[in-house]
Nanobody, 127 residues
């Protein structure tokens, strides 16, 4: 049974930092591209950042580019999102997701291509 579990959310002041973590079990982690998404109540879920199977290729939404860093440790089946210079508009529920990737070049950026999702971790940034 596949499980995806996020952790690391919390309350932080604007300008602060948080590191989100995601652990995936029950799957061959190194064959999955991974992504972080976020959602605010009443709005559609948006992609934040994506990473390929090996971790060598990363992609970021324009809104977080230069502030967030995605990375993974395939030896520990973990994914991380380092979030710096947080802004109130970063407040959201953050979700980790896994997508089967058939090559190093396959990094889905459409949430419909993601096969497994975690329950989410709340990030709240106060002004």
């Amino acid at each position: 049974q596949v499980q995806v579990v996020e952790s690391g959310g919390g309350l932080v002041r604007a300008g602060g930092s948080l590191r989100l973590s995601c652990t995936a079990s029950g799957l061959n982690f190194e064959t999955y591209a991974m992504g972080w998404f976020r959602q605010v109540p009443g709005k559609e879920r948006e992609g934040v950042s994506y990473i390929n199977r090996s971790g060598g290729s990363t992609y970021y939404a324009d809104s977080v580019k230069g502030r967030f860093t995605i990375f993974r440790d395939n030896t520990k089946n973990t994914l991380h999102l380092q979030m710096n210079s947080l802004k109130p508009e970063d407040t959201a529920m953050y979700y980790c997701a896994a997508a089967r990737a058939y090559s190093e070049y396959n990094v889905p950026r459409n949430e419909r291509q993601y096969n497994y999702w975690g329950q989410g971790t709340q990030v709240t940034v106060s002004s």
